[in-house]
Each structure stands twice: as structure tokens, then as C-alpha cells.
């Protein structure tokens, strides 16, 4: 494909700014460096091999995904893949064991039902899946609840063949207060996790890996005691929740969507055309509410999405845009955002260097 | 590709009950019959020309679209199309102009520069595209705001090559209460839309078109005067939101997400594989809040939603699931699930059908 202009994309357009995207990466391996801890990005965010090959380049230590075909996709790039989310029935676990036998394997789940049948399937695949033990440490979504639970799956684990027992993994997703206010629950979180890894350790369950992290909590991490691996995923872009909580700053945010002005015949607003199905309907954590604002103008929100439609409010701006005027759009949530597009233009310096298919949408052909 | 059976499908899987869309297509076409309007559906809710074209066999006159990529997608199967959205920019005008010429073509908008845009692409590519004045009649999304308004637009619209003016347009998606409750927002709605037909009228400006109406207001558009022709998009489908204002019956709802169990590790949960990214994060206009409800179970409330995982909440039933079992949900926002969607599974009686592809959805290839 010819590069195209900037200003010659169709809109919607997701962009991604490289300079910003290389800035951020080096800023993690540091820290990451800095502290000992191995770092594991999650791919669900940019969901392109290109981009995990980018960040194992920065010096990351594996990736980390959510689903069996985001670890095919990723497969082609990396040979050491996290599974953070359980693979539950059949088609799914089928799927997973199709990656190529020289990919090192492992998964996170928190029950027998997903453990029993991971491990089938491994026997049946002839190899074998190392396994994170998950834990509940706050958000109350996944997780087992106690050290006794823990212990128990452990146990079972190294009882069965086809799986590993390879450590613990806990999602701090509950956290998201601005980095400087996180003091009380990482306190908490920590001693939950130490109680963890001394009753494991009690029942003589070794827990080489300890994994944990997501980008709001991400340049605490290191204060989180016995964390061995962190799995920052928005942080590749960032994105105004990001922004808003002081885990980047603003001139980090590597991600826009670019829209064109279709109407200004309402007064008081403009309406663009990335709307749901462009920026995604996710709850904003600044203060300003809304579902983005605009990259040049961040005084300007985006009030309301419907799917083709996002409503600019102009009330606390003296800027009037025209219809055909474009403008960028950094939204709440950068990871359903690039779920909606089909491929990310990556610019540099305001000119178009190249694109990529978003392929590790969706779950996959049958 | 092989029929597979509905035991056999990876979840999340987006399943179309056929004996239910059928019965949804009669329910519309007669009740338009009746009133003497014409039925343009609005294909954007399920993206697959496969499904326009079985509206078209039903009795639907034409089909409306939300984007030109959409446009080009249908036209496998429609002759004539309404773009509800105004092209703005050359990389969109360009692709609309790329329909084969067979198609008849016509495009709201509500603006002096997009009608300018539209002519000058029309006029380059030796097409006569017509035109409805788009009116805002209490959204205030878009359209213009007063008869004086309409007027203008009409006359520069006579006045310019390429283009045709064929009348007016509006979305009602401001009118979200139950269907009995509509009496007096459609009484205003229908006084306002009079209002502007006569200037229109008095103005010598004949409005051939007059195109309205959402699925909430559907089953009352006989009582807007003058309307010509309803736009209803998610009635083939239904959703949790039309039930919930009455617009259908739960036993028209005729699309769900199949999802798998994955964990119930937190007490009163059950975490199930369908997410934001499958069920789509959007407002629920139903009482008892949340993303969805399962289809079976319509007191099981999907409370929670993160990218891969819905929360269902089991306070309100007895019903204890295990990880691995399977449950149907209906999204509240029908048209955002089937967005997230590759393909569609036609299931009848239990069994699966086939699959459609859903082509439509995006902005289309560079």
C-alpha cells in the first residue's frame, strides 16, 4: 500500500503516534530495569503482532493476552505468551493448543473446572501449560478468595499431568485512584499478597513468578513486596483515564482518533463522526466527564457518543469549528477504542509512516 | 464451511433465532402496509447484506445506511439506498460516488458545506444524488433548526447540479419512554414536523419524502402527519432496551450473545466469557440496570462489564451455574453487539443454519 497523507485518511482514523509510542516503551523497560521486575505488556491493548514485536525489541520479557486467538496472532512474535484469562469449553481450549509447540505456554485461572480441562487438553496435546494461580486481591471479579484456596489449586496442579505450577497472578483493576492517592489500598494489596505467598510458601509451594500490575497502579509496582512481573497494557498509548490519574502525562498519549466536523447545526456543540463505534462508550475518570477530548484542544469534550455521532461541547471554548474541519480525539479508554478499528496508521512528525491490521480482534475463525 | 452445531460454537458467538427475525420482518411490513408507508429499514443494526436482502423480500421499499462503506456493502442487494448522514470529506464523498450507477441515491444532511461537497463529488462523477433536509425535532444531534432553515437548504439545493431535492428527514432518538407513554412527545413532534412541511410547502418547496421514525416510536408513526416512510433499524433484532419500553415483546427479541461460564470464584457472581467487547457498553433503559439480561433467565442481570468478562448477578435467583456452562444474553443496545461481531450464526430450533459475515462493519478498506 502507498503511505497516504494525513490528510488524505477517511475518518474515523485511529492514529498512533510512533514518537510518543518509542518514548513510553523506554520509559517502562527502564523503570521495569530499575526494579528488577520483568516486564510482560499486555497486547489486548494494540492487539498487533508488529506492536509486541516493538515492545520484546524494548526489552520485554514475554507478553501477556486475553484470549487463544490474540496468542495465535502473537505467536508469529513472541515465544513466551501469558494467558491472563481462563480458557473455558472446548472450541477455546482446541484453539490455545494449536500454537506452536516451541511457544512457552502458560495461564492464569482460579478454579478446578478451568484446570481440569486445561489440562486434558494439554495431555491430549502432548505438552505441557504452565499455570498462575489467580487471586482476588480487591477487584472481586476473578480470582480465588483465600490462601487456602490457593494452596488447594496449587496442590492439584502439581497432582496433575499436562500443567506446571508455575506461580500467582492477581489484576489490580480496582485501583483507580490518581497514582499519588494510592498509598492505602497498595499497602493493603501488598500485605494480602505477602499473606498469599507465606501460606503458599508454608505449604511448600515455591511461587517463582508473582504477577501482577496494570498501568493506572504501574510506577508503584515496585512497592507491591514479592512482585516478580508487571503487565502494563494502556501504557504503550495511554489515553485521557490514563492522563486523568496522573499515570502519564498528557504529551504521552501516543493514541487519537481522527474525525472529521459533519455538523454545527445545533448550537452550542459540533458533532463529529467517530462516535461509539470509533471511540467506544467507556466511563471517563476525569473530572470533566464525557467519552475523550481533543489532543489540540484538551478544554474541548466529548459529551456524548451515539454510534456514528460524538458531540463536541463548545460551551467552554471560544473555538467554532466548521463542517470539514478535522480534529483528533484522545478517548477515556484506549484499549476499546482500537478494538473498534480495523487497522492503526502510525505517523510521525504529521506524516503517515505506515499502517497495521489490527488482527488480534474478535476470537478467531472457527 | 461446515454447519457446526450450537454445542460446538466458540463463545462468544452472536446467534440470530431466524424463526423470530422472519416473524419480526412480517410484524413491520404489515403494520407499514396498513398505514400506507413506505419501509426503508436501517440495515446499520445488522450490518449483512444477506439480511437486507431478505427485508427487501419481506416488502421493504429500499434500505437506509450509516456510512458510505455500509452503502457499498449493500448495494450487492439494494437498489436503492438512503445514506441517513452526511458525507463530509473527499475520502468519504469518493466512496459514495463509487456505487455502481444502477443505485439510487439519496443523503440527509443538514449543512450548506456538505451539500456543496456532495454536488461538486455528484457533479465529478455524472450522478444526480437526491437529498432530504435533515431536521433536528428535539434530539438536538443534528438537522437544522428552524422551517426558515429548511427553506434556504431546499432552494440552494434546486439551485445546485448534481443533487435533487426529494424532501425532509428526522430521528426521533430523543423519545426513549414506553410506547404508551409517547402521547404528548409524539403530538409535539408531529405539530413541529407540520410546521415545517407547510413553510416548506408555502415556500413552493414539495417534500415527495417525508422519512422518519426509530424503532422505540415505530408502532405509533401513523399518528406523526405527513410522514411517508419509517427507518426502523433494531426491530428486526429487538434488544433488551425495546423490550424494556414495550416496542417488542421478550419473544421478539431475536438476537443474543452465547457465552460460556468462566468463574464464580467471587461470592453472588458468575463471570461469563461475553464482555464490553461483545455485549458493547451501553446504557440500559430497563429498571433494573446492567449491560444485558440472559435470555432464559430475564431476572439475571449482567451487572458488570470489563473488555473479556461479564458479571452476571446472582442476588435475585437461585440459579447457581458452573464454570463451563452456557447462557444467551441480550445486550441492551442491540446494534453495538452485533458492531463487535465478525460473523452472525442463523440458528433455528436450536440448531445452526449457517453464518453471515458482517461486512458492513468498519469505514471500508483504504
Redesign the interface.
Known amino acids: ?1 502507498e503511505r ?1 497523507s494525513l490528510e ?5 482514523a485511529a492514529l498512533v503516534d510512533m514518537t510518543r509510542v518509542e518514548a513510553n516503551l523506554r520509559r517502562v523497560e527502564a523503570y521495569a530495569r530499575q526494579h528488577g521486575l520483568k516486564w510482560r505488556p499486555h497486547t ?1 491493548t494494540h492487539k498487533v503482532p508488529e506492536l509486541a514485536a516493538l515492545q520484546l525489541r524494548a526489552g520485554a520479557s514475554g507478553i501477556t493476552v ?2 487463544p486467538h490474540e496468542a495465535q496472532v502473537m505467536a508469529s512474535v513472541a515465544e513466551d505468551v501469558f494467558l491472563a ?2 480458557p ?5 481450549l482446541e ?1 490455545l493448543m494449536r500454537l506452536p509447540a516451541h511457544v512457552r505456554l502458560s495461564v492464569g485461572l ?2 478446578r ?2 484446570l481440569e ?1 486445561l489440562s486434558a487438553a494439554a495431555r491430549r496435546a502432548g505438552r505441557t501449560v504452565g499455570v498462575l494461580v ?1 487471586l ?1 486481591l480487591g477487584m ?6 483465600g490462601p487456602s484456596e490457593a494452596v488447594d489449586l496449587a496442590r492439584q496442579l502439581e497432582a496433575t499431568d499436562g500443567v506446571e505450577y508455575r506461580g500467582i497472578t492477581f489484576y489490580p ?1 480496582h485501583v483507580r485512584s490518581p497514582v499519588g492517592s494510592q498509598d492505602t489500598v497498595l499497602k493493603e494489596l501488598s500485605a494480602r499478597l505477602e499473606e498469599f505467598i507465606d501460606v503458599l510458601s508454608g505449604a511448600g509451594l515455591r511461587s517463582p513468578v508473582v504477577s501482577g500490575g496494570s498501568t493506572p497502579t504501574l510506577w508503584r509496582s515496585h512497592e507491591v513486596v514479592g512482585l516478580t512481573e508487571i503487565r502494563p497494557g494502556i501504557n504503550i498509548f495511554n489515553d485521557r483515564n490514563t492522563a486523568s490519574l496522573g499515570a502519564c502525562a498528557w504529551e504521552e498519549c501516543a493514541y487519537s482518533v481522527l474525525a ?8 452550542g456543540q459540533a ?1 463529529i ?1 467517530a462516535g ?2 470509533a471511540l ?3 466511563e471517563g475518570l476525569a473530572p470533566g466527564g464525557g467519552y475523550g477530548v481533543l489532543l489540540e484542544r484538551p478544554e474541548v469534550v466529548v459529551r ?1 457518543l ?4 460524538g ?1 463536541l461541547e463548545l460551551a467552554g471554548t471560544s473555538w467554532r469549528p ?3 474541519e478535522r480534529v483528533r480525539v484522545v478517548p477515556n479508554h484506549v ?2 477504542s482500537v ?5 492503526l496508521w502510525a505517523v510521525r512528525g504529521g506524516a503517515v509512516e505506515g ?1 497495521w491490521a489490527v488482527t488480534g ?6
Chains 1, 2 share one sequence.
Open positions: 500500500m497516504p488524505s485518511l477517511e475518518t474515523p489486548k486475553a484470549t484469562y481462563p473455558v469449553g472446548a472450541a477455546r484453539r482460579d478454579s473446572e478451568a480441562g489467580e482476588d472481586h471479579r476473578v480470582g480465588v478468595q483493576g472529521t466536523v459533519v455538523s454545527t447545526a445545533v448550537s458533532v463522526d461509539s463505534k467506544a462508550k467507556e456524548g451515539s454510534e456514528e455521532h458531540l466548521r463542517v470539514g484499549c476499546a478494538n473498534l478499528h480495523e487497522r499502517a480482534r474478535g476470537w478467531g475463525a472457527p
